[in-house]
């Protein structure tokens, strides 16, 4: 359920609301938007059917959540959830941001890392990232460095300044990752590892949590929901494409994904054109494609040698066709910005949320 206050609302009869809701056992969510401050509360719900709620000051509406998700439906927060990393240049996953992830599928040493850094955040992304821990359908593939790598990812932030990004695989490894990384991955195949969904609830870092290969929109928030059920807010989603009879591609890219989960979720999404197409030339495409269907951000896999790559060489994009892509994502925000500003514009701005 949410509780919808009236504008203007004091301090103290927000107070007054949350602790009438948490006598009764739960807990509450505090969301601000620019009008109104939306309270969710979390727990078993029957106990406050019985309360008058709009008898108490600054009450103006309450509402129940009717999507199976709760903290992850969209009328759960006044306004777009911002995702903040926490990093002193202040990066965040938001509505009004664009924020690219970019960097190795695997970390492969410190040199390669170092190289890759540098240039992804010249050409303008804003987090590293680097698997250290590689789910891999065979068990004979490279499947990372683990521990090392992840020192590696930590050296390379200091030097460079850009947050990292790796993936967690199992729950025993959530506490040695979040000591070194600044944003934990579920991956594609851990969507649905409930247990690990639950230890990163604990824990006080973001988490980008992709889609399953075979799960649906709403599975995809219901394993959000597990994370922030726990206790942690801070989820990014990701569309990575999905398993179709299309083999031209590794998997399909959901673009519809994105104006729905606009329409279902408070939380940022972005897009991974790269696991998606699986080929490094359609990455741009698919990667220009997500900005235009209002995606919050990109991953992109970048590899200074990808036909050297020990994972991922044939969907990693190079230096040099990183930063074209990057110039080409400029350009379409641009234009992107430009409709929705223009009156017909909004109109379908405003239809699809
Ligand atoms: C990855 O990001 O390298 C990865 C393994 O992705 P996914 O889980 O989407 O397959
Ligand atoms: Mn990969």
């Given at each position: 359920?949410?509780?919808?206050?009236?504008?203007?609302?004091?301090?103290?009869?927000?107070?007054?609301?949350?602790?009438?809701?948490?006598?009764?056992?739960?807990?509450?969510?505090?969301?601000?938007?620019?009008?109104r401050?939306?309270?969710?509360?979390?727990?078993?719900?029957?106990v406050?059917?019985?309360?008058?709620?709009?008898?108490?000051?600054?009450?103006?509406?309450?509402m129940p959540v009717?999507?199976?998700?709760?903290?992850a439906?969209?009328?759960?927060?006044?306004?777009?959830?911002?995702?903040?990393?926490?990093?002193?240049?202040?990066?965040s996953?938001?509505?009004?941001?664009?924020?690219v992830?970019?960097?190795?599928?695997?970390?492969?040493?410190p040199?390669?890392?170092?190289?890759?850094?540098?240039?992804?955040?010249?050409?303008?992304?804003?987090l590293?990232?680097?698997?250290?821990?590689?789910?891999?359908?065979?068990?004979?593939s490279?499947?990372?460095?683990g521990e090392?790598?992840?020192?590696?990812?930590?050296?390379v932030?200091?030097e460079?300044?850009?947050?990292?990004?790796?993936?967690?695989m199992?729950?025993?490894?959530?506490?040695?990752?979040?000591?070194?990384?600044?944003?934990?991955?579920?991956?594609?195949?851990?969507?649905?590892?409930?247990?690990?969904l639950?230890?990163?609830?604990?824990?006080?870092?973001?988490?980008?949590?992709?889609?399953?290969l075979?799960?649906?929109?709403?599975?995809?928030?219901?394993?959000?929901?597990?994370?922030m059920?726990?206790?942690?807010?801070?989820?990014?989603?990701?569309?990575?494409?999905?398993?179709t009879?299309?083999?031209?591609?590794?998997?399909?890219?959901?673009?519809?994904?994105?104006p729905?989960?606009?329409?279902?979720?408070?939380?940022?999404v972005?897009?991974?054109?790269s696991h998606?197409?699986?080929?490094?030339?359609?990455?741009?495409?698919?990667a220009?494609?997500?900005?235009?269907?209002?995606?919050?951000?990109l991953l992109?896999?970048?590899h200074?040698?990808?036909?050297?790559?020990?994972?991922?060489?044939?969907?990693?994009?190079?230096?040099d066709?990183?930063?074209?892509?990057?110039?080409?994502?400029?350009?379409?925000?641009?234009?992107?910005?430009?409709?929705?500003?223009?009156?017909?514009?909004?109109?379908?701005?405003?239809?699809?949320?």
């Open positions: 359920m949410i509780i919808i206050t009236r504008g203007g609302i004091t301090d103290s009869e927000l107070d007054g609301i949350r602790e009438r809701v948490e006598q009764l056992g739960l807990r509450t969510h505090v969301s601000r938007g620019e009008q401050v939306v309270i969710g509360c979390i727990g078993d719900e029957a406050l059917r019985e309360v008058p709620w709009r008898t108490l000051p600054g009450v103006e509406s309450v009717l999507q199976p998700y709760k903290l439906a969209r009328a759960f927060a006044a306004g777009p959830t911002a995702v903040r990393i926490g990093d002193s240049r202040g990066t996953f938001a509505r009004d941001q664009f924020t992830i970019a960097g190795p599928c695997s970390v492969e040493g040199d390669m890392l170092a190289l890759t850094a540098r240039r992804v955040a010249a050409s303008g992304a804003r590293l990232r680097g698997g250290a821990y590689k789910p891999r359908t065979s068990p004979y490279f499947r990372g460095l090392a790598a992840l020192g590696m990812l930590v050296e932030r200091a460079t300044g850009l947050p990292v990004v790796t993936e967690v199992d729950p025993r490894q959530v506490d040695l990752v979040a000591e070194h990384v600044d944003v934990l991955q579920v991956g594609a195949r851990n969507m649905q590892n409930f247990s690990l639950s230890e990163l609830g604990r824990i006080r870092r973001p988490v980008l949590l992709k889609r399953g075979s799960a649906t929109i709403e599975e995809l928030l219901m394993s959000a929901e597990h994370i059920a726990h206790g942690n807010m801070d989820v990014i989603l990701c569309e990575r494409g999905i398993r009879f299309e083999p031209a591609t590794r998997n399909t890219l959901d673009l519809a994904a994105l729905v989960l606009r329409r279902e979720t408070h939380l940022p972005v897009v991974d054109p998606a197409a699986g080929r490094g030339d359609l990455v741009a495409p698919l220009w494609a997500a900005v235009a269907a209002g995606a919050d951000g992109v896999e970048v200074p040698d990808p036909p050297n790559a020990l994972s991922d060489g044939d969907q990693s994009l190079d230096l066709a990183f930063d074209r892509l990057m110039v080409g994502v400029e350009a379409f925000r641009k234009a992107a910005l430009a409709v929705a500003g223009s009156a017909s514009g909004q109109a379908l701005v405003e239809a699809v949320a």
